[in-house]
């Protein structure tokens, strides 16, 4: 249990870029370093976190923590997992509300990125082995590619695939594909240049936990889906935070590291202080652990279903399309000049010649960036 802890910890504190970026930390670290799990492992727990509410590389985490270290494991991992994003965004919310404005968060962002981007390009690359095992997964691999790219939504994406190859395995007589031979949505780019000073209001910590429970139950997909949410019960239905400030609150959780979900910590902040913070951040994030602690079970049975095994299959294809759309998506939003291109070559070579340890490439990432938005201001 303790190694758990440790492990996601750190792992919270490094993990730049999204779910994306989490899955493939997690690959270098715990499938090709530690080999707690194999990569075929992994992306029956990717995909079965995928059919559940919540945000994956979190309960992904949880998924790999209870198969480590059981039951305790699942809660020491989700917990650990999430702590420093929510510390980092509760002290950038209170500087929010003193202050106005932290101008280091986009130096750090742009040197991170494109090593956390080369990072992802070499999971995705590692991955294909474990995902793609025969014809029909090599065609949802496409096909789902070819739709999120048109902007399809992401879930029906994922269900579809999943029932596409049910369907295959189901007209095969149950058996396996014979084995081969030889969002794309947009995400606003975080600026810490916008946060201006806002009051803190005084919202009851219960009204927040009961708004950001339902929301942690009921959302599926990206941050443009958390926004919309953010917008509808904050804003339009309650009045409790402005626009500029669910804008605000999404670019927090975008540019810290761990999971985005961690913007409930800052609206709740501004929305009702300390203890709103405290309460919107439990709300949003106990349906994820009571979801990953009843379904967690159940992976090995579907896995060994000759019904559902190719369920999972299509689903754990589809999630790796949609990994690989959002890396598209993040390499135009990332590499956009000459020194993140720099960047990213250099990552590349680092990676492949030296394969170093993740935290050691974000920490050089970081300070890159730090030096380089220092020297041009």
């Not at 976190?49 to 590389?57: E, F, K, R, Y």
């Not at 806002?198 to 708004?211: E, I, K, Q, S």
Request: hydrophobic share 55%.
């Amino acid at each position: 249990m303790g190694e758990v802890a440790r492990y996601f910890f750190r792992l919270g504190c490094i993990a730049f870029g999204g779910p994306a970026a989490h899955l493939a930390l997690m690959r270098r670290e715990l499938v090709r370093e530690r080999g707690w799990v194999s990569d075929a492992e992994l992306m029956d727990l990717l995909g079965a976190a995928s059919l559940i509410p919540g945000p994956n590389s979190t309960e992904l985490s949880m998924h790999i923590g209870a198969k480590r270290a059981g039951w305790w494991g699942l809660w020491l991992a989700g917990a650990a997992f999430i702590v420093p994003a929510v510390a980092i965004v509760l002290a950038i919310a209170w500087a929010y509300v003193e202050y106005g404005d932290t101008p280091a968060g986009e130096g750090i962002i742009l040197g991170v990125q494109p090593f956390i981007l080369a990072i992802i390009v070499q999971a995705i690359w590692g991955l294909r082995g474990a995902v793609v095992k025969g014809w029909m997964t090599f065609v949802i691999v496409l096909a789902t590619t070819a739709l999120a790219l048109r902007g399809a939504n992401e879930i029906l994406l994922i269900l579809g695939a999943g029932g596409v190859a049910l369907l295959a395995g189901l007209a095969g007589g149950g058996r396996r594909p014979p084995s081969l031979r030889g969002f794309a949505r947009r995400l606003p780019r975080p600026s810490m240049g916008m946060l201006a000073v806002a009051p803190v209001g005084g919202v009851p910590a219960w009204d927040l936990f009961l708004v950001f429970l339902k929301i942690g139950s009921v959302l599926y997909g990206s941050g443009y889906v958390l926004a919309a949410f953010l917008q509808s019960e904050l804003v339009d239905q309650r009045g409790w935070l402005t626009e500029k400030e669910v804008v605000d609150a999404i670019a927090a959780g975008q540019f810290t590291p761990g999971p985005l979900f961690s913007s409930a910590t800052f609206a709740g902040y501004v929305a009702g202080g300390l203890d709103g913070a405290l309460a919107a951040t439990a709300g949003i994030f106990l349906p994820s652990f009571v979801f990953v602690a009843l379904t967690h079970p159940l992976i090995p049975k579907l896995r060994g279903s000759r019904w559902a095994a190719p369920f999972l299959d299509g689903v754990n294809a589809a999630a790796l399309a949609l990994m690989a759309v959002v890396t598209l998506t993040l390499a135009r939003e990332a590499l956009d000049s000459m020194f993140a291109a720099a960047l990213f070559s250099v990552a590349a070579v680092v990676l492949i010649r030296w394969s170093p340890n993740s935290v050691w490439l974000v920490a050089a990432g970081a300070a890159l960036g730090l030096g380089h938005a220092a020297f041009t201001r």
